[in-house]
Structure formats: C-alpha cells, structure tokens
C-alpha cells in the first residue's frame, strides 16, 4: 500500500514530540542542537534562529549517518535535537528519519514562526 503525506505526516507526528521554545531553550541550555531543515533561499529570505545549525532537509539522511564522509559533527545520538521548518511539516517528518536512524531525543519546534513568537532571535 503506497503511503500518502497525511500518512507519513501522521507517523511523524505520533513519535515526534512537538515542544515550545521554552521548552527548547531548556534542551539547548542542556547542549541539544537547533536545527533548521529549511531550504538555503528560506533561510536568506527569513534569516534563521539564534545559534541554529543548517542542515536542508534533502541532505539530512547524508549528514546523520555517522559512517559516511559527509557525517555532521553537530549530529550526535547522545544530544538532544530540536527541529524547526517553515510551519513544522518537515521537522516532523525530519524527526521521525532521525529516529528510525537511531536518534532518540528528538524535538519537533514547529517553525521559524513558533520560535519568534516565543520570543526566540533571528539572525540574518
């Protein structure tokens, strides 16, 4: 049975905990990660939150495996990773890889909008 959106947006989304940017100020200040899984042009046309480290959603599986070359650093099993997009789609479903890749403590913020209406920095 082929898997629609609302499909994978619904496995996402039921192991994929869905957090406030208080609740992900908490996780950064205990070292997790920021991270923006927004296309580049999103991000020169929004700017990005305080401290977040860009990687596209596209290229993620390529950063997250710890035995390829393009492995990222800043991606470890033993953080926390809170994920932000647009309008939190895509953080859902970025999530949900990161867990099936073996990543445990993994946060969906929503957007960039959550963060800033939570009184979360942007920089450009």
Same mark, same amino acid.
């Given at each position: 049975?082929? !898997?629609?959106? &609302?499909?994978?947006?619904?496995?996402? *989304?039921?192991?994929? $905990?869905?957090?406030?940017?208080?609740?992900?100020?908490?996780?950064?200040?205990? %070292?997790? +990660? +920021?991270?923006?899984?927004? $296309?580049?042009?999103?991000? &020169?046309?929004?700017?990005?939150?305080?401290?977040?480290?860009?990687?596209?959603?596209?290229?993620?599986?390529? =950063? /997250?495996?710890?035995?390829?070359?393009?492995? $990222?650093?800043?991606? =470890?099993?033993?953080?926390?990773?809170?994920?932000?997009?647009?309008? @939190? @789609? =895509?953080?859902?479903? /970025? @999530?949900?890889?990161?867990? $099936?890749? @073996?990543? &445990?403590?993994?946060? *969906? !913020?929503?957007?960039?909008?959550?963060?800033? *209406?939570? %009184?979360?920095?942007?920089?450009?």
């Amino acid at each position: 049975m082929a !898997l629609t959106v &609302q499909d994978m947006m619904e496995a996402a *989304n039921a192991v994929v $905990d869905r957090i406030d940017t208080g609740t992900a100020r908490k996780l950064l200040g205990q %070292g997790g +990660l +920021l991270l923006d899984v927004r $296309d580049a042009v999103e991000l &020169q046309q929004t700017g990005r939150a305080s401290g977040a480290h860009h990687i596209p959603r596209g290229m993620l599986e390529f =950063r /997250a495996d710890e035995s390829l070359q393009s492995h $990222d650093p800043e991606l =470890r099993k033993d953080r926390p990773i809170v994920l932000y997009c647009a309008a @939190g @789609g =895509r953080a859902a479903l /970025a @999530g949900k890889l990161l867990k $099936d890749m @073996g990543y &445990q403590r993994v946060y *969906n !913020l929503g957007g960039l909008p959550d963060w800033v *209406n939570g %009184g979360g920095e942007v920089t450009a």
